[in-house]
C-alpha cells in the first residue's frame, strides 16, 4: 500500500508540472514564436491536456482503494455535506462572471488569436470581493469534506499543496497582465480563505477593475 501511494503522489506531481508548465508564459511565448498558427488552438490543446492527464492519478485512487481512515459522522455528516452543496452552489454563482467560451479556447480560436496573454479584462466578481482565488477555496471545501481513503488523503494533500503554489504562479502572471491594480488587490483580499475583516466593497471593486483594465 506505501508503494502505491507513493506512486499516486508521483503522478500527481507529473501532474501539476506538466500544468503549470503548459499554463506559463514561458511555453506560451516559444509556442506563439515558433508556431504562431497554432495559437489558436493552445486553450483547447491545454484544456484537452489537463482533463486526458487526470486519468493516470484518478485511475491510481480507483484501483489502490482501500479502508476509510476519516468518515463525517453524525451532525458532522450533515455540515460535511452542508458544505459541499454550498461550494458546489458556489461554483454554479461564479460562472456568471466567467467569459466560458474565453476560459474553454472557443473564442480564441473563432478570433484567430495569437497572442500569449489572455484576453479577459480584469473582472473582480462578488465572490472575488472576498477572496483571490474562489475556484480554489470551493475545491478545497469539496476535497476536504469528502470521506478518507488513504488513497483520497494523499490526493487531497497534494492537490491542496498545487492550489497553494498553483495559486503563487497565477499571481506571477496576473501581476504582469494588470500591474499595480492587482498588486493593490492582492494587499487588500486574501488569497485562499475569505477573512470576515479583509474584504473589497463593491464601488472600491469597480475601482480597481477601471484601473486594471486602462
Known amino acids: 500500500m506505501s508503494e502505491s501511494l507513493l506512486w499516486l503522489a508521483a503522478a500527481w506531481c507529473?501532474?501539476?508540472?506538466?500544468?503549470?508548465?503548459?499554463a506559463s508564459l514561458a511555453i506560451k511565448s516559444r509556442v506563439a514564436?515558433?508556431?504562431?498558427?497554432?495559437?489558436?488552438?493552445?486553450?483547447?490543446f491545454f484544456n484537452a491536456v489537463a482533463i486526458l492527464l487526470l486519468?493516470?492519478?484518478?485511475?491510481?485512487v480507483w484501483t489502490i482503494g482501500g479502508k476509510t481512515v476519516f468518515a463525517w459522522k453524525g451532525i458532522w455528516w450533515w455540515i460535511g455535506n452542508g458544505l459541499?452543496?454550498?461550494a458546489l452552489g458556489g461554483f454554479l454563482y461564479s460562472l456568471r462572471h466567467y467569459d466560458g467560451r474565453e476560459f474553454l479556447g472557443l473564442r480564441q480560436l473563432r478570433d484567430g488569436e495569437r497572442r500569449v496573454e489572455d484576453q479577459e479584462r480584469f473582472r473582480i466578481s462578488p465572490?472575488?470581493?472576498?477572496?483571490r482565488h474562489p475556484?480554489?477555496?470551493?475545491?478545497?471545501?469539496?476535497?476536504?469534506t469528502r470521506d478518507m481513503t488513504a488513497a483520497m488523503l494523499v490526493s487531497s494533500a497534494m492537490m491542496t499543496l498545487y492550489f497553494v503554489l498553483g495559486s503563487?504562479?497565477?499571481?506571477?502572471?496576473?501581476?504582469?497582465?494588470?500591474g499595480d491594480a492587482y498588486r493593490e488587490y492582492r494587499q487588500r483580499v486574501p488569497g485562499l480563505f475569505p477573512l470576515p475583516w479583509k474584504k473589497l466593497g463593491r464601488e472600491q471593486a469597480k475601482a480597481l477593475e477601471h484601473r486594471g483594465n486602462t
Open 14 to 22: 507529473g501532474y501539476f508540472v506538466i500544468h503549470s508548465l503548459l
Open 33 to 44: 514564436c515558433r508556431w504562431p498558427r497554432l495559437m489558436p488552438w493552445y486553450r483547447l
Open 55 to 60: 486519468v493516470v492519478p484518478l485511475y491510481l
Open 84 to 86: 459541499t452543496l454550498a
Open 127 to 131: 465572490l472575488h470581493q472576498h477572496v
Open 135 to 144: 475556484w480554489y477555496f470551493l475545491g478545497l471545501v469539496l476535497i476536504w
Open 168 to 178: 503563487w504562479l497565477e499571481e506571477r502572471k496576473l501581476l504582469v497582465y494588470y
